[in-house]
């Protein structure tokens, strides 16, 4: 019995190292594996049978099939061993370096007029001044008659529009894509009772001739104040303090008077040219200062046409565009680039 025992073992383990030697691939090496080492395999079957035999018996073959046991685990392990570095080398002539780095996948970045929006939002916040959005196709009514430029008015020619046909329904005329943000001024005043503070970044559309400083899309940012007793000190000294947060604290400003329909007093305001700081250079076109928003005290009629008393509530609002700012913060030539999709221009602003 105990004999008979013996020269199972042997046979198998006879049979199990030639097996192992005829491996060649990891793929096999696992199969041999499961054959011979595994839980269901040949080696566990030998010791299950050994519940029948007497203690000595089961003493001597337990011993010898544990021993077996190590000694082809062993020799799987070495095999394992010697054949990863074999197809590592193999790998190798192929041109396939299994040592070398992975290679990173492209990174994204945000663009750089959403890194000027943010850090823009970010200046008002401070201030009290909420972010809102609105909708980029506008009725003619918000995008003009409320802001106070009635149909046929020569002001409308400050904006050169993009009208949009709705040639099956006629009612859902005049349609246009918004020439400014400014119309959310009118949509949030409609819904909400003052205090108001709001800044409203946003695409505008122009139907314009694209050069270095314009594009028929771009971006702007609109800004909007209503409350009891707001003047004009009120907009400068807020428009003053953005100016400083994003160009630095010791930039100066400049308020001179300006039209926009929608706003009376109306202004422009400039900084001093932190390229020079007043001296006159080519970023100032030698003047010492640079325009970057209009603004003004909101047009009573404008107030009136949403419901609100002019004689109660009064405010400031502004409008920018914000390429230009990152133009000018940023030493940008050309707004062009902005939305010509070339990432050598776009990768400068990753880091930030
Ligand atoms: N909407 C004006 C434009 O597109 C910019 C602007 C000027 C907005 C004065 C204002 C403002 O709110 O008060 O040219």
Redesign the pocket.
Known sequence: MTNNNQNTLEKLKEEARSALAECESLASLEEWRINYLGRRGAISTVMGSLGGLDQDSRRTLGKASNDLKILLQDEYDDKVQEVSVSQNAENQVTGIDVTLPGRNPPQGSFHPTTLIVREIAAAFAPMGFRVVEGPEVELDTYNFQK?NIPADHPARD??NSLWVDYPNDPDLRPFLLR????PM?IRVMEQETPPIRVIVPGK?FRYEATDATHEWQFT?I???AIDKGIGFADLKGTLDAFAKSIFGETRKTRFRC?F?P??EP??EMSIDCFKCDGEGCRVCSHTGWIEI????M?HPEVLRGVGYDPNIYSG?????GAERIAMLRQGIDDIRHFYANDLRFLKQFSQQ
């Open positions: 802001l400050m904006w020439t400014h943000t400014s001024q505008a702007q609109e800004g909007l300006d926009f929608f706003v109306g202004a928003l209009g603004a003004g909101v400031f609002a502004f409008g920018m």
